[in-house]
């Protein structure tokens, strides 16, 4: 049984950081890239960053680029997302996920994922 645990998420002040957490079980981070995603109001699900299995490159939204930092301990089968310089449209659900394509495409849609996480919630508030 596949569980991606997130964690981290919470309020935060408007250029505040914050570093979220997903830990997986059933699943090994040399099979799968991993990603995280976000579900921010009136706006659909968008992938914000992808680490590759393969040699642990990295893919990154344009909303996050530069504010953004994927990360993974695959002793721990743990995957990170630290942000900074957060803004309100930050604020949202953000979930991280499994998927088996390359991360450039992962990023650019939710088609490929095959396992998600719960979703943890972050607000930026001011």
């Known amino acids: 049984d596949v569980q991606l645990q997130a964690s981290g998420g919470g309020v935060v002040q408007v250029g505040g950081s914050l570093r979220l957490s997903c830990t997986a079980s059933?699943?090994?981070?040399?099979?799968?890239?991993m990603a995280w995603f976000r579900q921010t109001p009136g706006k659909k699900r968008e992938g914000v960053a992808c680490?590759?299995?393969?040699?642990?490159?990295?893919e990154y939204a344009n909303s996050v680029r530069g504010r953004a930092t994927i990360s993974s301990d695959n002793s721990k089968n743990t995957v990170y997302l630290f942000m900074e310089k957060l803004t309100f449209d930050d604020t949202g659900a953000y979930y991280c996920a499994a998927s088996p394509s390359i991360c450039a495409a992962v990023v650019a849609t939710d088609r490929s994922v095959f396992h998600w996480g719960q979703g943890t919630l972050v607000t930026v508030s001011s």
């Open positions: 059933g699943i090994s981070f040399d099979t799968y890239n």
């Open positions: 680490i590759s299995k393969k040699d642990g490159s990295k």
